[in-house]
């Protein structure tokens, strides 16, 4: 949900030079054109931010490996640099993030709760030049971006009520004299490999609620928003420093795919929670098992809106520009794919295109912009690639379809009407604001062409029908994690578990009991009878 809120820090606008660059972050560039020295980004100071940033946080700052470099989606410009973690610091941030759990897991759920709510005020205080930082590193707009850091505010006001809340049941014993509980530990170590697209959410989702179960957590960010990551490590590490807590706690290596792959063959590693692509969360799950540790996977969504004859177009219309557009197409729970009644086709691709001519496209840190850049060159060519072959599917173009020729990676969104729902490209998950266009006739069609895709995150029914409502709630409805009446596929809540099925992982992150995923649960029998009954009255004497 975008936020109303006024950045007057970015009334002024850098001023944009073209530059020919062939990846999103490459090797040190002159310092004298990074955005952080110029006086109209002094803010980034704001966040301990400056030219050269170490990487790696274990309770000391450091990092030994390569130096790479972030730019700006908007104008292409190189930020700052960032000095990533060696394997090295990895194999010393792991032994550091293991002592500190001995610490942190000895201090009561509630007490680990008031930091947790510590790190969330902090955060508040910072909400709004973080939000800045994530416009300017990711891309999205900055309603977007501080929107992020209110979601990780939010998930640990969410965290510090569970901290006084997380138990098992005691159960009723078929035995005299005893009694049967479940006792739920933390696992130790979480690792967090976390996408560059909400760079500082979806590591918010994992850390608050692992926190307070009694973990610490190890983090990787996306190289190409490093400079979030180390942001978001500093905030953290000021809170734990000022408790006289080990900083290894909430540790952070910045780095690659070595940092990734070490991450999940480490078996001290216990749990690895992975968001990102379905091919790389493949792997990343392959390794996990293959050591037969535990992994939380967020991956791939090609999410559909099935619109019926009866829908209320008044909320169709906003819902599948937001679910189809925001933050460039670039959200797991994006709009892919729109199902539309034959009896309403027609006019909702019209009244539709009607409005994706009224985006307001522009600067991300521009308070008036609703749609900014893709977040590297490699997504604007994946645009263009997948356009084309939508029409060589046999699709038409009925907007946009091309790159918009100014500084920066801007594409137009677009709409893609008359293929058939079981072409190949529309099978496909493509991270760019690209929509597809079905015409269904019946209900049980348009169900199954919902189900279809090998992703099961997102999805969302428009329509009055009480009866299509629960048959879409229920067990030949929807197969997704997310399963919406009247709203769009994206924005969800941080109070329900967020995740998806099949390709998607089956991972559940945040609210609900999502908590569970983090600890262990024992079983436990006490006899406090002087008698000695086995169960299912089996007598062994």
């Not at 969360?281 to 559909?304: C, P, T, Y």
């Not at 959200?331 to 909702?348: K, M, P």
């Not at 900014?372 to 690639?385: N, Y």
């Not at 089956?506 to 908590?515: F, I, P, Q």
Request: glycine content about 10%.
């Amino acid at each position: 949900m975008l936020l109303k809120l006024s950045l007057a820090a970015f009334s002024r606008r850098a001023f944009l030079r073209e530059r020919v660059l062939s990846f999103s972050f490459r090797p040190t560039a002159p310092m004298s054109t990074l955005l952080v020295s110029q006086p109209q980004y002094a803010w980034l100071r704001e966040l301990g931010l400056k030219e050269d940033n170490e990487g790696v946080y274990n309770g000391t700052w450091g990092g030994r490996g390569e130096v790479v470099t972030t730019y700006c989606p908007a104008n292409n410009e190189p930020i700052a640099r960032v000095r990533q973690a060696s394997l090295e610091d990895y194999e010393e941030t792991v032994k550091k993030a293991k002592e500190a759990w001995k610490v942190w897991a000895e201090i009561p759920a509630p007490k680990r709760g008031e930091i947790v709510r510590q790190i969330g005020d902090s955060l508040r205080q910072k909400i709004k030049v973080l939000g800045n930082l994530v416009s300017l590193e990711m891309g999205k707009i900055v309603v977007e971006g501080v929107g992020e850091v209110q979601e990780y505010v939010d998930v640990c006001d969410y965290a510090v009520g569970l901290s006084r809340m997380i138990g098992g049941p005691m159960l009723p014993s078929e035995r005299p004299g005893h009694a049967l509980i479940e006792q739920w530990n933390p696992v130790g170590l979480v690792g967090i490999i976390t996408a560059f697209n909400f760079p500082v959410a979806v590591y918010g989702w994992n850390n608050a609620i692992a926190l307070v179960c009694g973990n610490v957590c190890l983090w990787k960010g996306a190289p190409t928003t490093s400079l979030v990551s180390v942001a978001v490590a500093k905030i953290i590490a000021q809170v734990l420093e000022a408790n006289k807590l080990p900083g290894a706690i909430c540790s952070l290596t910045c780095g690659g795919a070595d940092i990734g792959k070490a991450m999940a063959k480490d078996e001290r590693v216990d749990l690895l929670s992975f968001t990102g692509s379905t091919n790389v969360g493949k792997q990343v799950a392959l390794m996990v098992q293959d050591r037969f540790g535990r992994s939380l996977l967020e991956l791939g969504g090609n999410n559909a809106i099935t619109v019926f004859g009866d829908a209320d177009l008044n909320l169709v219309i906003p819902s599948a520009l937001f679910a189809a557009v925001g933050t460039t197409g670039q959200r797991c729970t994006t709009a892919r794919r729109l199902l539309l009644h034959e009896s309403i086709h027609d006019e909702v691709v019209e009244k539709l295109t009607k409005a994706y001519a009224q985006i307001r496209i522009g600067d991300p840190w521009d308070v008036n912009t609703l749609y900014g850049p893709l977040h590297t060159k490699q997504a604007v060519k994946m645009f263009l690639d997948a356009v084309e072959l939508a029409k060589q599917q046999g699709g038409s173009v009925a907007y946009g379809g091309k790159v918009i020729e100014r500084p920066g990676n801007y594409v137009e969104p677009t709409i893609v009407t008359g293929l058939p729902h079981n072409a190949s490209i529309v099978q496909t998950e493509t991270f760019a604001p690209i929509l597809y266009v079905l015409k269904f006739k019946t209900e049980e069609e348009a169900f199954a062409w919902n189900n279809e895709v090998k992703q099961g995150l997102s999805s969302s029914i428009f329509t009055k029908d009480l009866g299509k409502i629960f048959r879409w709630l229920g067990p030949k409805g929807s197969d997704c994690g997310v399963v919406n009446v009247n709203i769009p596929t994206s924005g969800a809540e941080i109070g329900g578990a967020f995740g998806g099925e099949k390709h998607t992982g089956g991972g559940r992150e945040s609210g609900s009991d999502s908590w569970k995923q983090y600890m262990r649960r024992s079983t436990c029998t006490i006899n406090y009878s002087k008698d000695l009954p086995l169960a299912q009255g089996i007598k062994f004497q």
